[in-house]
């Protein structure tokens, strides 16, 4: 049985930082794509980042680009997202996705994986 489990969310003040960790387990990780996708009230899941399992790749959405990192310890299943200059429109609900052997699943789309964490809440406060 596949498990991704956040953790490391929480409040934090504009401007200030957060480091989020998705333990994996039940997949292989080492050949598993990971992502990060984030969810505010009342829109859609939405793509922050992600890191490809061959190269370690990563990809930004354009809102983050330059603010958060993801990075990932094949040898704690663990993938990361550090989260720095964080802003009020940053609030979310912060997904852990995963899809193993991707081939050619879209890597910036919730189509993209097949196993999804259960969230950790982010709030920023102005």
């Known amino acids: 049985q596949v498990r991704l489990v956040e953790s490391g969310g929480g409040l934090v003040q504009a401007g200030g930082s957060l480091r989020l960790s998705c333990a994996a387990s039940?997949?292989?990780?080492?050949?598993?794509?990971m992502g990060w996708f984030r969810q505010a009230p009342g829109k859609g899941r939405e793509f922050v980042a992600d890191?490809?399992?061959?190269?370690?790749?990563?990809d930004y959405a354009a809102s983050v680009k330059g603010r958060f990192t993801i990075s990932r310890s094949n040898a704690k299943n663990t993938v990361y997202l550090q989260m720095n200059s964080l802003q009020p429109e940053d609030t979310a609900v912060y997904y852990c996705?995963?899809?193993?052997?991707?081939?050619?699943?879209?890597?910036?789309?919730?189509?993209?994986?097949?196993?999804w964490g259960q969230g950790t809440q982010v709030t920023v406060s102005s």
């Open positions: 890191m490809n399992w061959s190269d370690r790749s990563a």
């Open positions: 039940g997949l292989t990780f080492f050949t598993s794509n």
């Open positions: 996705a995963a899809v193993v052997d991707p081939g050619s699943r879209p890597r910036s789309n919730v189509r993209g994986y097949d196993y």
